[in-house]
């Protein structure tokens, strides 16, 4: 199956730093990524959508100023974190969708975000 | 897209098969079930998903209702590595910004 991959997997920095979170599809073109936030014990919520070439959709409630989205390739796309601060911790993970075919998603291993 | 209601929570004796209920009595008629599962601190995991007939692969079977509204996973012999949080969603996949919105999903905890 398609493989997604992120990176770092694990990242701690400290408060009012910015941190930049990867996510690549390896094996295929990705016209759409999406990014979620995990907090403990919740389930997964879409922060925004990321298409080729153009800018990010945002879930309303999600700061787009905060959480800035790239999407620069078929195979990347990027999200940087402005600004830490620790209710920003969370567990970050990505989705690309297939250029082709049925448009499935596939998810990224996710990125375990502690501010400190 | 339509939302799901399942169980927040179930147990299973490895070995035996775990059923996981959802019910999507809005589902319109382009729109599949999909079901997903993460196990602690990854990414989900796609497991199957059918429109309207039943479905079976590798991992489980999709039992979907005739009317549509409701839809069990079979996980026919369950191990403890299939303890999980398990997802079901509707959405329609024939579209490149079709997104998943996640609910509350089952967590299931499989005892030896």
């Known amino acids: 199956g398609a493989v997604v991959s992120q990176h770092p997997s694990r990242v701690i920095c400290k408060s009012g730093t910015s941190v930049k979170i990867e996510c690549r599809s390896l094996d295929f073109q990705a016209t759409t990524m999406f990014w979620y936030r995990q907090f403990p014990k919740q389930s997964l919520m879409l922060m925004a959508t990321?298409?080729?070439?153009?800018?990010?959709?945002?879930e309303q409630g999600v700061e787009k100023d905060k959480f800035l989205i790239n999407h620069a390739s078929l195979t990347l796309s990027t999200l940087t974190v402005t600004s830490a601060h620790p209710e920003d911790s969370s567990f970050y993970i990505c989705?690309?969708?297939?250029?082709?075919?049925?448009?499935?998603?596939?998810f990224g291993p996710g990125t375990r975000l502690t501010v400190l | 897209d339509a939302k799901t209601t399942q169980p927040p929570s179930m147990d299973c004796a490895e070995g035996r098969a775990a059923n996981l209920p959802c019910n999507h009595s809005?589902?319109?008629?382009?729109?599949?079930v999909y079901w997903y599962r993460q196990i602690h601190s990854q990414g989900p995991q796609y497991i199957i998903h059918g429109l309207k007939n039943n479905e079976t692969n590798e991992m489980a079977s999709l039992i979907i209702t005739e009317d549509r509204k409701s839809s069990t996973l079979i996980l026919p012999h369950a191990t403890l590595r299939d303890t999980a949080v398990y997802y079901c969603?509707?959405?329609?996949?024939?579209?490149?910004?079709?997104?998943?919105?996640f609910g509350s999903g089952t967590r299931l905890s499989i005892r030896p």
């Open positions: 809005t589902i319109s008629g382009n729109e599949y």
């Open positions: 989705s690309a969708s297939q250029l082709a075919g049925t448009n499935e998603q596939f």
């Open positions: 990321s298409n080729e070439g153009s800018k990010a959709t945002y």
């Open positions: 969603i509707v959405r329609v996949p024939y579209s490149s910004a079709s997104k998943i919105i």
